[in-house]
Each structure stands twice: as structure tokens, then as C-alpha cells.
């Protein structure tokens, strides 16, 4: 039979499926009288049985399409998974589609059943899905549920057997071809991302504020924003990285008030202000104490809106100074970012205010003119008493901006947890002035806790200030260079080497220490323990890569002949260690489509430190090369070789998703 028709017949099959499981829904929802849809629909006792009448024809009709598909010779069970073509597979979540497919034709009535996939002693993976369905289907025990479940799965390529174990469990032992499979493409084709549906993003990470230090909640959000870009990026998506800088607002009139006085040739010299925030303290003080400059600096302010040629220009000196400072911190850390600031958005505030006005929707309040949302008691401040706008202006227009013109159908915005009001309130207004929906546009308000010192308390230097960030990465690099001498690197490695393992350690261990925390915490920064060569650190990580790509040096196989070998497509993995290596590593793009979903980065590190446990594991075990008494290779294990760079494919693009740089040698 043609693969044409074949094809035909899991389509017919699929679409089946699809309208019975419709079908049940609301035979199930009839029965209990749930589901709001139907509350409108006058069914009586007669549509009731024409409705089951007819999902009993279509599963007759699913059980000969599915028998004539295997007749065909086609393989009935690759409707039952995605198609993941040339993708590395997401292993557990095609399982958890598997079982939660066989549970529905075992048991139509079950209303989106969740399976969850564990792994188990007796097998590589369990599924316990009959325990809570014998909970609801109370004729029956949990083994006999397990077993009229494991009836029902549909032939597929992943697994080989499957048992009925214990009071209902049913164990998966999953098809080695297919696992070997998984691995040669892995090391033919490099780490590809599990498939999804490319769509627009905007990230909107770091977003410091002008003229004032750059500080550590900063940092955090630069450090995680640009792993979720960089996962996003990895995943297909098209990520606009925008830096929605603090570069608006009346302490500008004050700053620009300052700048006249202090240097009056700003417009034709650019200013050489060496520290900007001394420069805003000074303002400031001045804005405090001094009534005139007070004035001067609110007519500074009005002016600047009004785009004023010189007021403009002292406005750009004075950013420009800022992005300078940020520039350097990005540039050490790779961090590509659009600046995009708050000043982007004044026009369109402007139109904004009008039709928010002009629909009704703003309140008198004391002078200033709020909007409440839905839901919120706390309104937003639209124009201020004197005029001007604010930071709920601004995110409010910006929002409007990035879904109507940037199309955008994801937003991430990357802040502390302290403005979560914030983001509450303005998503909610936005919804009520009708250009935000929630079903559309994805909105994630991904927030962070407090970095602490040492001492449990806030993070700042001796004398109490805030921390540098310059300073804080200058320490780490200086951290970084003792410890690798300690360990006399400095000996083995050429000064290159040296300072580039010096730059990497440094600033992953930086950056790893953030994003191996649940985000929603406060953290401790602590270079000591970020630094320890032990336990799960950048320092160590890194370390165990170097070891891995060594092993392979040692070998001295090309990269070529493993090419070779892989093709060959005869990878063994025998021995129990190979094999858990080898399952272990597979489970990237499940850990990818979980962090995806909440963004919540933490379980990439930890998945990265399980990957170089099961390694070392793998390599206490498995000799990779055998050598004589005398030091000669005698032996070289191709297959395990194999297995090695396949850990150090998975291990690489895992720091390469944080945001870290590997080195060949350290
Ligand atoms: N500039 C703000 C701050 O320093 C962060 C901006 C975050 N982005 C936004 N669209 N509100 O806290």
C-alpha cells in the first residue's frame, strides 16, 4: 500500500480521535452538568444517547483505521508521538503523551488526566498514573487499572517493554535502538532544540536608570534576563533584548539645572563628569536646599519635553556618560542588549493620556489623575499634579508599543519582586483600556529576591554603601586568579590560557551562582563559596568539562573520526553506566521545555551538575583508554569516546544557555 494512503489513514485517525475526545468531554460534562458551555444547550435524555451513539461509532471506526494502518505496514505509533524529525526528542514529555493517550482510550470518561513519567528502581521510567484514576473509577483496583492502562498503549518507537509492577505502577524500559539513535544524532547533528512554533518575544532585562549606579538587583536582572533570552533564542523564537532604561523623568530638570552651572560649555565640550552619581547627589542637594534652582530645574524639565535644542543636548551628554559605565559591565559579562528607554515612549504617552481621558477612564485624585484596573486597589499615577508623567505612564505606553507595533506575542519583563504592584496594576489597567488581552499576548512578570551579603543582611560595602558593580566583577576576577594559582595553574597553562580561564571562572561563577538559585529567593553572594572547586559552582562545572574534552585529547581522536564512528551508528551502550550516562544527557530537552514553562532557570543547573555527577560515575567505571604499566595506550574504547562527547556537546550548550564561557583548558 502507498505511504499516500498510509498517511491518509492516520490523519482520518487522528482527527477521529480528536472528535471523540470532544465527544467525551461533554458526554462527561452532561452527566455531571459542569461545563458552562453547555448550561446555554437544552440536551435532553435523547441527544444524550445519540451523543454516545456516536462516539461509540467513531472509536469503532479509530480501532479500523488503526488496524488498517498497521496492515499498511505504516507505524501506528508515530501519530501517537510528536514529530520531532531531526530534533532531539523530549524523552519524558513524549512518554507522559503516550500514557496519557493510552489512558484516554482505556478510560474515555477521564477528564484531562495528568500522567507524570518518574524515573524507577526496576525500570528507566515509571508511570503511576492508575493509583489516582483508581481513586476516581472505584470498581476497580489500581493493578487492574495499570493493566487495562498498559493495554491500551499504542505501539511507538520509544519503549520496549512494559510491566505491571508493585500495586499498579507500570514500569517503562525504553527502546535502546532508539536511545542510540538519540545519541549518534546528537553527536552527527549537534544539540537542536526540541520543536516549537517560532513567535515574536521581547525581553526586557537589566533596564538600569540613568545617572544612578548600576546595582546589584541589576545585575540579577541582567544575568537572568539574558539566560531567558538566550534559552528563548535557542528554542527558535525571535527575542528582541531591550533595555528599557530609567532615562526620563523630572530629575532630569535637575541634573540639566546642574550641568549649566557647573559646566557651561557642555554643549560644545562633552563634560568630563568622571562620577555621574556624585553629580546626581550634588543635584539633588541643591534641588533640597535651593529654592531659585528648584524653580530653574522644574523649567529645565518642561523644556526638555518640549525637546528645546540645548536642553536636548545636555540631556544626551549626560545618558550618554551612563551608558558609557553600563556599556562596560555588559561588555565583560557578553551581554548584548537594544537601549530602548522610557524617553522612547513620550509621544506615545502623550496619545495615550488623551485616550485614556477621552474614554473616561482616568479619576481626579488630589491633582494627579489615576486609573484604576480590575482587581487592584492601588491606581496608577497617569499625570502627576504638575504635569508630567511616570514610571506607570511609561510601561503603560511601552506596552502598548510592544504589542501593537512590535507584534510581540510574549513579554518578559525581569525585575525585582518589589515592583510586582506595579506590574498588577498597570497589566490590569492596560486590559480595561482594551489593548491587552491575556489570551493573545503572554505576559510573564519574571521576579527575583534580595542579594544579601555575607552577614544575612542587604548587600553593601563596609562603609554601607551600595556595592560597584565594576568593583564587585573586579573582585571576582582578582578571586578568580588566586584560586586558579593556588592550584598552580599558572604553571601548566600559557598566560593566554591563564587569563582566559581566569575571565570565564570569574564571571561564571558570577553569574552561575544567581541562576542556580530558585530566582524568587534572596541569595547569598558569597565569592568563597562561588569559588569552591567542590560541590555544584561554575569553578567546579567548568572543571569537569575541561576533564571530559581531555579524556578525548588523550585519546587523541580527531573530531573526525568520531564523526566517522557515530555514523557507523553501532554505539554500544552496554554496560549499566554507559547507559544511564547516556539517558541522563537526553533528558536536555525535557528540562528545556519545563524551565520554558515558568522560567524559572534553577533546574538547568541542576541538571547540568546531575550530567557531570553521572559522568564521573560513568568514568570510574568505564575505561575510555586503556594504557600499559609504562604509560602507552593500548586501547582506545571508541563507543565510550563517543559518549564522552556527547556529554560534552550537552554540558557545553547548557553553559552556553546560562550565559557562561567554557574553556578548552584550566
Ligand atoms: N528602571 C527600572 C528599575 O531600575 C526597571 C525597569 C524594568 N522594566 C520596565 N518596563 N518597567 O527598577
Known sequence: ????????????????????????????????????????????????????????????????????????????????????????????????????????????????????????????????????????????????????????????????????????????????????????????????????????????????????????????????????????????????????????????????????????????????????QKFYKESKKRFDEDEAFKKRAYEAVVKLQAYEPLHKKGWEEICEISRKEFMKVYERLQIRIIDRGESFYQERMVKLVKELNDAGLLEEDDGRKVMFGEGTD?????????????????????????????????????????????????????????????????????????????DKKKFKTRSGDTVRLVDLLNEGLQRSEEKLKEKDRHTVLTPEEFEKARDAVAYGCIKYADLCHDRSRDYIFSFDRMLDFRGNTAAYLLYALTRIRSIIRTAGVKQEEIEAEAKKGTIALDHEKEWKLARTILKLPDVLVQITQDLYLHPLCEFLYEVSTVFTEFYDNCYCVEKDQSGNIVKINMNRILLCEATAQIMEKCFSILGITTVGKM
Open 1 to 276: 500500500m502507498t505511504d499516500a494512503r498510509v498517511c491518509d489513514y492516520i490523519l482520518r485517525c487522528a482527527k477521529a480521535e480528536k472528535e471523540t475526545q470532544k465527544l467525551t468531554e461533554r458526554l462527561q460534562a452532561l452527566a455531571t452538568g459542569s461545563l458552562d458551555c453547555l448550561e446555554n444547550e437544552d440536551i435532553n435524555d435523547k441527544d444524550f444517547l445519540n451523543l454516545l451513539n456516536e462516539n461509540k461509532k467513531l472509536k469503532y471506526r479509530i480501532n479500523i483505521l488503526k488496524k488498517s494502518i498497521e496492515t499498511a505496514g505504516g507505524d501506528a505509533g508515530s501519530s501517537n508521538i510528536d514529530d520531532f524529525g531531526s530534533h532531539m526528542c523530549n524523552i519524558i514529555g513524549q512518554l507522559e503523551k503516550i500514557f496519557t493517550k493510552a489512558v484516554l482510550s482505556a478510560y474515555p470518561q477521564a477528564v484531562n488526566p495528568v500522567i507524570q513519567i518518574q524515573l524507577s528502581k526496576h525500570a528507566d521510567y515509571q508511570c503511576n498514573a492508575a493509583m489516582a484514576l483508581a481513586k476516581v473509577f472505584l470498581r476497580k483496583t489500581p493493578r487492574e487499572v495499570g493493566q487495562e492502562v498498559l493495554k491500551n498503549v499504542a505501539p511507538n518507537p520509544l519503549i520496549s517493554n512494559l510491566e505491571l509492577s508493585g500495586p499498579g505502577f507500570i514500569n517503562i524500559v525504553l527502546n535502546k535502538d532508539f536511545i542510540k539513535q538519540q545519541v549518534t544524532n546528537l553527536i552527527l547533528n549537534g544539540v537542536t532544540p526540541p520543536p516549537a512554533t517560532p513567535i515574536q518575544v521581547v525581553v526586557d532585562f537589566s533596564s538600569p536608570n540613568i545617572a544612578k549606579e548600576m546595582h546589584v538587583g541589576h545585575l540579577r536582572s541582567t544575568i537572568i534576563g539574558d539566560s531567558i533570552a538566550r534559552l528563548l533564542e535557542f528554542l527558535g523564537h525571535k527575542v528582541l533584548r531591550l533595555n528599557h532604561l530609567g532615562d526620563w523623568g523630572t530629575q532630569f530638570g535637575m541634573l540639566i539645572a546642574h550641568l549649566q552651572d557647573t559646566f557651561p560649555n557642555f554643549a560644545t565640550e562633552p563634560p568630563p563628569i568622571a562620577d555621574l
Open 378 to 454: 492601588v491606581p496608577l499615577t497617569v499625570v502627576k499634579s504638575d504635569g508630567g508623567y511616570t514610571y506607570d505612564t511609561s510601561d503603560m505606553a511601552c506596552l502598548k508599543h510592544r504589542i501593537e507595533e512590535e507584534k510581540a506575542d510574549w513579554i518578559v519583563y525581569v525585575t525585582d519582586a518589589g515592583q510586582s504592584q506595579h506590574f498588577k496594576s498597570f497589566l490590569s489597567c492596560a486590559k480595561k483600556a482594551g489593548f491587552y488581552n491575556d489570551v493573545k499576548t503572554r505576559v510573564d512578570h519574571v521576579t527575583f529576591g534580595v542579594v544579601l551579603g555575607e
